[in-house]
């Protein structure tokens, strides 16, 4: 890979940012995962969709943390486990659609819970989550 600046300083400081960057967003997102799943009373259809959010964000974080933070650390892999390793950025782009769709579909419930309050209009369920089976099965009991 190609540096992304010809100055040591600017790549020690940029790499620096990014592990910690990369660092924070996957103990939050962890934190967030773990609360959902280990309270009952927190999974809820919006809930659900802040957890879907939460394994979007930590994938972009591992696959582009590999980017910009590992490359210094290794040498870029021969054979299968290169080519892994270089296509992963795909992962990233998964990430970073799946936030987006799941940020669109928390925007349309609070859009539809400010104009419909008081009614079921909109209304975000477990069903139109396709996740029904998330509320008979428990997870971590």
Not at 10 to 38: E, K, P
Request: hydrophobic fraction near 50%.
């Amino acid at each position: 890979m190609e540096q992304y600046t010809d100055s040591e300083s600017a790549q020690i400081g940029i790499t620096t940012m990014f592990g910690i960057v990369v660092t924070i967003d996957l103990v939050g997102n962890i934190l967030v995962c773990l609360v959902i799943l280990l309270y009952r009373d927190m999974r809820t259809p919006t809930h659900l969709l802040l957890l879907n959010l939460a394994v979007a964000d930590m994938m972009v974080a591992l696959f582009i943390g590999q980017r910009f933070v590992v490359v210094h650390f290794i040498k870029h892999p021969t054979g299968l486990s290169g080519s892994i390793l270089c296509k992963s950025h795909n992962f990233t782009w998964v990430g970073g659609a799946a936030s987006v769709f799941t940020l669109l579909a928390i925007a349309f419930e609070r859009y539809y819970a400010v104009i419909f309050p008081h009614g079921n209009k909109g209304k975000l369920t477990f069903k139109k989550l396709k996740a029904d089976y998330i509320e008979e099965t428990p997870l971590i009991s």
